[in-house]
Antibody, heavy 127, light 108 residues
Framework: EVQLVESGGGLVQPGRSLRLSCAASGFTFDDYAMHWVRQAPGKGLEWVSGISWNSGSIGYADSVKGRFTISRDNAKNSLYLQMNSLRAEDTALYYC????????????????????WGKGTTVTVSS | EIVLTQSPGTLSLSPGERATLSCRASQSVSSSYLAWYQQKPGQAPRLLIYGASSRATGIPDRFSGSGSGTDFTLTISRLEPEDFAVYYCQQYGSSPGTFGQGTRLEIK
């Protein structure tokens, strides 16, 4: 069974940092791009960042560019999101998601659509 | 970035009826790279449709997607009680990928 389990969320003060992790299992992790998607309380979905299987292609939403860094460790089947300079508007449930397209060439994009989602980890930015 | 506008914001229908949800893009979505997701309260989103019209694994055939360019539609042919949820479209043809604001499908 394909499974994604996020961790690392919590309450953090504005301006501080937090690192989210996502543990993947049940599929060949390094055959797929991965994504982070967030959902503010009572709001819709917002794509945050995506990374290709070999980290060769990375993309960010404008709202987090320069503050957040996505990375992956294929040996550990893990995805990460380093979040710096956090703001109140970053408060959300953060989902890790697997890309739906198999791509293992050297020039894969940073992802397409998301076919498997974790349950999410909550980040609250408040003083 | 491409802005997706979903309509209506809320759709009130009864089980057994047909639902038609719209997603309009501010510019053409390349290669019909459009997906639809369903989200129920307290749950993660679930992929329904990708490539504008391809059903994801395990999705009942009462769900269908259509459209191209800037106009896309999700149709649920006969609503079942479990179909009442929020639906989002997402374009992945250009970076950054973007979601629509969602359509809430509620029981009338």
């Amino acid at each position: 069974e394909v499974q994604l389990v996020e961790s690392g969320g919590g309450l953090v003060q504005p301006g501080r940092s937090l690192r989210l992790s996502c543990a993947a299992s049940g599929f060949t992790f390094d055959d797929y791009a991965m994504h982070w998607v967030r959902q503010a309380p009572g709001k819709g979905l917002e794509w945050v960042s995506g990374i290709s299987w070999n980290s060769g292609s990375i993309g960010y939403a404008d709202s987090v560019k320069g503050r957040f860094t996505i990375s992956r460790d294929n040996a550990k089947n893990s995805l990460y999101l380093q979040m710096n300079s956090l703001r109140a508007e970053d408060t959300a449930l953060y989902y890790c998601a697997k890309d739906g397209v198999y791509c293992s060439s050297t020039s894969c994009p940073a992802g397409y659509y998301m076919d498997v989602w974790g349950k999410g980890t909550t980040v609250t930015v408040s003083s | 970035e491409i802005v997706l506008t979903q309509s209506p914001g809320t759709l009130s229908l009864s089980p057994g009826e047909r639902a038609t949800l719209s997603c309009r893009a501010s510019q053409s979505v390349s290669s019909s790279y459009l997906a639809w997701y369903q989200q129920k309260p307290g749950q993660a989103p679930r992929l329904l449709i990708y490539g504008a019209s391809s059903r994801a694994t395990g999705i009942p055939d009462r769900f269908s997607g259509s459209g191209s360019g800037t106009d896309f539609t999700l149709t649920i042919s006969r609503l079942e009680p479990e179909d009442f949820a929020v639906y989002y479209c997402q374009q992945y043809g250009s970076s950054p990928g973007t979601f629509g604001q969602g359509t809430r499908l509620e029981i009338k």
